[in-house]
């Protein structure tokens, strides 16, 4: 599956709609269910969405918790509960509900994230405040990255 990556930001029209970025679509439109799945994200003033197959990832990750432990109660909350299925419209825009708009303080523009699997969708100003700490203390802990043994076509190493 290609990879969600870069950022991209739409005018959201007067009944809620707007434009999902055209790389963003041709990944997730290959998936089954022709939109996305958008929830709000319990860590960040923006939204989370997905297509088809890392919403699956998620609800079967979520069964690997101990059956009604807080842990798997709290979280298919935030994600399974809250999630809305937004289907492309002829034009590929989804309508974004009013509810999911509010939480992450989204009005005019919004701003598509691509974070590999998923996207996030933001308020451009509260994005740009964001990625200004993220870089920071990235830089700041002296972060690096193990990168992954790549594989060949045959699955080995």
């Known amino acids: 599956m290609a990879l969600l990556i870069g950022r991209h930001i739409n005018k959201i029209d007067r009944k809620g709609r707007v434009s999902v970025p055209k790389p963003f679509r041709a990944t997730i439109g290959q998936q089954g269910f022709a939109g996305i799945y958008a929830y709000p994200s319990f860590k960040y003033p923006a939204l989370e969405a997905c297509g088809e197959t890392f919403m699956r990832r998620l609800s079967e990750s979520l069964e690997s918790l101990e059956m009604f432990s807080d842990d798997q109660d709290d979280l298919a909350s935030v994600i399974l509960e809250s999630a809305h299925p937004l289907p492309f419209d002829p034009e590929g825009r989804v309508m974004l509900p009013k509810e999911l708009m509010d939480y992450a303080g989204i009005d005019k523009d919004a701003l598509f994230v691509g974070r590999g699997p998923l996207m996030q969708?933001?308020?451009?100003?509260?994005?740009?405040?964001h990625r200004g700490q993220a870089f920071q203390r990235a830089r700041s802990r002296g972060a690096t990255l193990r990168l992954t043994p790549v594989r060949s076509e045959d699955g080995n190493s």
Do not use: C, R
């Not at 969708?121 to 405040?129: F, L, R, S």
């Open 121 to 129: 969708i933001w308020d451009e100003t509260t994005y740009g405040k």
